[in-house]
C-alpha cells in the first residue's frame, strides 16, 4: 500500500513538472514572438518616425496605385520607395523620413506588398498595416505630432525662434549650446 502511494505522488510530480515545463516553453515562445515584432524597429529610429514612415509608405504606395491589387503594380509602387521625392510633404524632413522607410521596409517589405495586395478597401490599410499587422505605431496616439523645439539651425548655428515661430537673422545670435548640433 505504501509503494502505491509513493508511485502516485511520483507520477503526480512528474505530471506537475511536465504541466510546468510546458507553461514555461509556451510562455517563452509567446514572448520571442512578441520581441521578433518589437524588435523591428532599430533604436536609432524614434517610434513617431517609425510610425509616419509606415503611414507614409502606405500612402504614396496607395498613390501610385489608386485601386490596383495586382502583384506587379504593388512591387513596382514598392520599388525604390524610399526616395527623398516621396517624402517631401510630411512631417520629418525627406532625409529622416528615408531613414526611417528604409528600417521599416527591411523588416516589414514582404508583409505590406501582402497586405496591399489582399486588402479589402484603400481606407482601412494604413490602420491595419501601421497598427495591427506590423505595431509599427505601438505607443503612438494617433495624430501624435513631432514635437519641435524653439530652435532652427542657420549655418550650422542652433538660433531660438520668437514665440511667433520665426527668426530675425539679423539680430539673433548663436546659443551657447551650439556644440549640441
Known amino acids: 500500500m505504501i509503494q502505491s502511494l509513493l508511485i502516485i505522488i511520483i507520477i503526480m510530480k512528474s505530471i ?18 512578441k520581441k521578433k515584432v518589437d524588435d523591428k524597429r532599430p533604436t ?14 502606405i500612402r504614396e504606395a496607395l498613390k501610385k ?8 503594380d504593388i512591387t513596382d509602387a514598392l520599388t525604390d520607395m524610399c526616395q527623398y521625392r516621396n517624402f517631401s510633404i510630411y512631417e520629418y524632413p525627406p532625409p529622416d523620413m528615408k531613414k526611417g522607410c528604409e528600417a521599416f521596409m ?11 495586395i489582399n486588402r479589402k478597401s484603400n ?3 494604413e490602420d491595419y498595416v501601421c497598427y495591427k499587422l506590423t505595431n509599427a505605431c505601438q505607443n503612438v496616439e494617433k495624430g501624435q505630432k513631432k514635437g519641435n523645439d ?31 548640433l
Do not use: H
Open 65 to 72: 496605385v489608386k485601386d490596383s491589387r495586382k502583384e506587379y
Open 44 to 57: 536609432s529610429v524614434e517610434p513617431l518616425l517609425y510610425c509616419n514612415s509606415c503611414q507614409a509608405i
Open 123 to 125: 481606407e482601412d490599410i
Open 16 to 33: 506537475y513538472c511536465c504541466l510546468l515545463i510546458l507553461l514555461l516553453f509556451s510562455q517563452a515562445i509567446e514572448a520571442k514572438k
Open 106 to 116: 527591411a523588416g516589414w517589405s514582404e508583409e505590406v506588398e501582402k497586405a496591399l
Open 150 to 180: 524653439d530652435y532652427v539651425t542657420i549655418n550650422g548655428k542652433k538660433v531660438k525662434m520668437g514665440d511667433d515661430g520665426k527668426v530675425d537673422i539679423n539680430t539673433q545670435k548663436p546659443t551657447d549650446d551650439d556644440d549640441d
